[in-house]
Nanobody, 116 residues
Framework: QVQLVESGGGLVQPGGSLRLSCAAS????????LYWYRQAPGKERELVAG????????TYADPVKGRFTISRDNAKNTAYLQMNSLKPEDTAVYYC?????????WGQGTQVTVSS
């Protein structure tokens, strides 16, 4: 059974940090590119960051460049999103997405709330 399970979300003050995790099972995680998306209330889901299967190449959306870092540990079948200098506008549900050609898997999401 294919599963992507996000964790690590929560409530944090502006300027704080969180580290999200995405644990994969049921498929060959190391062969898949992995992306983090987020969706704020009333807004469309947007790409936050991505990392290729080998971890050698990453991409970031402009609003998070320099603040967020995506990484993966293929031995642990887990991807991460380190989020620093968080802002209220980072508040959203964060989803991980694994993709390989026509195969696409999504997690259930984890809530991140940035508020004082």
């Amino acid at each position: 059974q294919v599963q992507l399970v996000e964790s690590g979300g929560g409530l944090v003050q502006p300027g704080g940090s969180l580290r999200l995790s995405c644990a994969a099972s049921g498929f060959t995680f190391s062969s898949y590119s992995l992306y983090w998306y987020r969706q704020a209330p009333g807004k469309e889901r947007e790409l936050v960051a991505g990392i290729l299967d080998t971890g050698g190449s990453t991409t970031y959306a402009d609003p998070v460049k320099g603040r967020f870092t995506i990484s993966r540990d293929n031995a642990k079948n887990t991807a991460y999103l380190q989020m620093n200098s968080l802002k209220p506008e980072d508040t959203a549900v964060y989803y991980c997405h694994a993709t390989l050609y026509f195969r696409h898997y999504w997690g259930q999401g984890t809530q991140v709330t940035v508020s004082s």
